[in-house]
Structure formats: structure tokens, C-alpha cells
């Protein structure tokens, strides 16, 4: 990786970001917004005694899973229209190396998913008063890890699309799964074995599992630690192997 080269691909993805004010809006402002819908949704479901509010339960996973979902859905869409416009062909027929390119990409757009997980969690903690026993800050960070997971496996899926809705058919090959099998609809420990099996192997699980660790403890455990580390490992893997199958020419 060239480090000029690469600052100068991740400048360039930020003024494309800038200029599509509908991609930003959907970036800063869908998760949100579903946060706020969430929370409306169960404003009046009465609390199980002895047990947190069912918005609380939920909220807290969602912040998790919203930034992974939509980012996975912008990457690949943004990389695939690249691909049909033959900016990328261009941009390979450079000095640019393939990991200057995609690493340019997840910067940005990881730059971007801070932004939206601090206004979701703004919004979440400040004026929706989720409460948790652990830090807003780790909250944050886990779902920016979680973010940059989505981006870098939008950028994987991408390599094998030729079209915008070939990228958009890998959700429910790759996310829906996850999300059934990550613990927010039914706990992973209650999971047939099999498919408990499938979910350890899936990093949502583990983002998922971190958040539940700030919930329920007041500082950062060891369990979290080992839980962010997993996420943030499937991200490197996912952006080397969207590397390495990146096609220089579109088919």
C-alpha cells in the first residue's frame, strides 16, 4: 500500500460522499430515524418485572445492527457503481494498487459511520433515555467496528456483482442470516446446536455479544475485548479478500 496513494483515494470517495447528499442523508440519518421508530413501537409495551424495558433490551443490539446494514448496502452499491461507469477500470489502469483503492473506501466510509453512530447514539441515549450499566463511548465504538465490518464485507460481496442489483442480492445471502442467528431474535444459547455452530462463525454474533457486555457491566470487560477484536478481525480478512478478487477489468 502507498500511503499517498492511498490518502489520495480516501480524499477523493469523501468529495464523491459530500456531493451525493442523499447518500449522506441515508448515512447520518436512516439509523436514527429507525431508533426513533423503535422506540415508538414499544413506548407503551408494559416492562417484564424484574427485567429492563423492552426498548432497552432491543435498542441496545439495534445500534449494532443498523450501522453494519447500512453500510453493507452503500458500500456495495457505491463500489458496483464504479465498476459500471468505468471509474474503476480507470483507476486500475494506475499506479493504484487494489488495497490503496479499497483501503481509500473503508476509510471513508468508516470516517462516515462514526459520524452516524455518534448522532444515532446522541439521539438514542440523549433523547430516547435508553439506559445501560456500561460507557455511551464503548457503545460508539463498537458500533463503528461494526460499521467498518459492513463496509468491508460490501466491498467483498461487490467483487462478484456486475450490476447494482446483483450487489443488492447478497443482503439476503449475507446479512439476513446474521441477523436471525446474531441473539437479537432468539438468544444464541437457546439456538438448535446446529445452528448455534453457524452463528459462531458469523461476526454479528460477537458484535451483538459486545453490546450486551457494556449493557450489563459498568466498565470494559474481557469478554468485550475478545468480542471487538472478532469483529474487527473479520474486517481486515474481508478487505484483503476483497482485494484480492477484485477484477481490474469489468466483464
Request: charge should be positive; charged fraction near 10%.
Amino acid at each position: 500500500m502507498n500511503v499517498g496513494i492511498y490518502a489520495s483515494s480516501t480524499g477523493r470517495i469523501l468529495r464523491q460522499l459530500r456531493g451525493d447528499h442523499r447518500t449522506v442523508a441515508m448515512i447520518l440519518l436512516v439509523p436514527t430515524l429507525l431508533m426513533v421508530l423503535l422506540y415508538f413501537l414499544y413506548v407503551n409495551v408494559p416492562p417484564t418485572p424484574g427485567q429492563p424495558p423492552l426498548f432497552d433490551r432491543i435498542a441496545i443490539t439495534m445500534l449494532g445492527i443498523l450501522p453494519f446494514v447500512v453500510m453493507f448496502l452503500i458500500t456495495s452499491i457505491a463500489m458496483q457503481r464504479e465498476r459500471g461507469s468505468g471509474t474503476l477500470e480507470r483507476l486500475l489502469t494506475t499506479p493504484m494498487a487494489k488495497l490503496d483503492l479499497l483501503g481509500g473506501y473503508g476509510t471513508a466510509f468508516s470516517l462516515a459511520a462514526a459520524a452516524q453512530a455518534g448522532l444515532a447514539c446522541l439521539v438514542t441515549f440523549g433523547l430516547l433515555g435508553l439506559t445501560i450499566a456500561g460507557s455511551v463511548g464503548w457503545v460508539v465504538l463498537i458500533a463503528v467496528v461494526d460499521a467498518v465490518l459492513g463496509v468491508s464485507l460490501g466491498l467483498l460481496c461487490s467483487a462478484f456483482a456486475r450490476t447494482e442489483f446483483q450487489a443488492v442480492q447478497f443482503m439476503p445471502v449475507v446479512v439476513i442470516p446474521q441477523l436471525f442467528l446474531c441473539g437479537l431474535l432468539v438468544p444464541r444459547d437457546q439456538l438448535p446446536q446446529w445452528l448455534e455452530w453457524i452463528s459462531n462463525v458469523m461476526p454479528l454474533s460477537y458484535a451483538v455479544d459486545a453490546l450486551q457486555q457494556v449493557a450489563r457491566h459498568p466498565g470494559a470487560t474481557a469478554l468485550m475485548w475478545r468480542d471487538l477484536a472478532v469483529v474487527a478481525g473479520f474486517a481486515v480478512v474481508a478487505l484483503c479478500l476483497a482485494a484480492a478478487t477484485l477484477r481490474r477489468r469489468t466483464p
